[in-house]
């Protein structure tokens, strides 16, 4: 899976591109994008260093729900992108605690579905002009 495949629209082709697993090469091409370590991203995608380092060694995919874990950091800085409209502060907000995540650092909260989900709900309040 290419990181084209992670920006489709349709959640049918989303799935079946997620489900064979990422490239471990697509990890980090979203890391340099979210300007972050490799080993940082492949942390909160799930993957222990020694994991991650091995995978990449032996050019083996990602796991479904790893390649599904990067897709939400993906579509997280995708989001604050559009809200921010700077790439600099849409990372340094997602790298942040925010007061209306209960003091959370969203890319630590997206590590679950349900905290991305805060997460975006979120980014959708603050760009419709309701912070808190």
């Known amino acids: 899976m290419s990181t084209a495949a992670l920006s489709t629209k349709d959640p049918l082709s989303l799935h079946h591109a997620i489900m064979p697993g990422a490239k471990v090469g697509v990890l980090g091409k979203i890391a340099k994008l979210l300007q ?58 997602l790298r942040s605690p925010q007061y209306g995540l209960g003091g959370q650092i969203p890319f630590e909260l997206a590590r679950s579905t349900p905290g991305f989900n805060e997460v975006q709900k979120l980014l959708t309040r603050i760009d419709h002009g309701v912070y808190a």
């Open 36 to 93: 972050i370590k490799e080993e940082e991203l492949a942390m909160l995608c799930g993957l222990s260093r020694a994991t991650f380092h091995r995978r990449r060694q032996d050019k083996k995919n990602l796991s479904a729900a790893e390649t599904d874990a990067l897709f939400r950091y993906s579509e997280l800085f995708k989001h604050a992108l559009a809200v921010f409209e700077d790439e600099i502060e849409a990372r340094e907000w």
